[in-house]
């Protein structure tokens, strides 16, 4: 059973670009979290979806980042109009089911650098 | 909102010694408290997680204890090996509330 996987593992982007990051949960995974982390730091939540549903956008930026999970495919995380404060680590994990006493397992994460 | 604390920053301990890490955390109704080890370049993974019902968790060198009078939570690790170098985080959730609120982690090194 494969785990959680990201794509791409990095990716650099100038200022002003989009940047996609996608998240195929664990088979039979249904519930996805984003989270972002910097250098040093914790991880921060951004934003938990199920299928074609966000549960909850409340740590992520209202203007510029957008999350979906459709129905057939990866999860996509999508920030536009990148700046250099976007430049962070962004892991995203998945559970079989929500609640937070359940473990969320976590994928290797996309590494954002912008330029 | 919750806010979870972890100390230290850094613990550098000899290969063979015990390494204890702390957090607290500010939310009474939290009840799921979980450590997650993190190497370098890797996303993080579940090590041992504590529920509220129980004061102490063990598995195998690792432990968990849990005072939810004083609201801290530990981490215990006997017997250190150098595979145990790396950033441990410790978190903290309500169990009808999905998200995990993260200390801000311990790098742990192992000194041969």
């Known amino acids: 059973n494969a785990g959680v996987m990201q794509n791409p593992r990095h990716l650099v982007r100038r200022r002003g670009q989009e940047a996609r990051l996608r998240c195929s949960p664990m088979?039979?995974?249904?519930?996805v979290y984003w989270y972002r982390q910097l250098p040093e730091e914790g991880l921060k939540f951004m934003v938990y979806?199920?299928?074609?549903?966000?549960?909850?956008e409340s740590g992520m930026p209202k203007e510029r980042f957008s999350a979906e999970f459709p129905k057939e495919g990866p999860s996509i995380l999508r920030i536009q109009q990148v700046v250099r404060g976007d430049s962070a680590a962004y892991f995203c994990a998945s559970s079989p089911t929500s609640g937070g006493d359940n473990e969320q397992f976590f994928g290797p994460g996309t590494r954002l650098t912008v330029l | 909102g919750e806010n979870v604390e972890q100390h230290p920053s850094t613990l550098s301990v000899q290969e063979g010694d015990s390494a204890v890490i702390k957090c607290t955390y500010s939310?009474?109704?939290?009840?799921?408290f979980p450590w997650y080890k993190q190497e370098l370049g890797k996303g993080p993974q579940l090590i041992i997680d504590i529920r509220s019902n129980v004061g102490e968790k063990k598995d195998q060198r690792i432990a968990v204890t849990l005072n939810k009078t004083a609201k801290h939570f530990s981490l215990h690790i006997t017997e250190t090996q150098p595979e145990d170098s790396a950033v441990y985080f410790c978190a903290a959730s309500k169990g009808s509330n999905y998200q995990l609120i993260w200390g801000a982690g311990t790098k742990l090194i192992i000194k041969p």
């Open positions: 088979k039979g995974h249904s519930h």
């Open positions: 979806l199920q299928k074609e549903n966000i549960i909850d």
């Open positions: 939310d009474s109704a939290s009840n799921y």
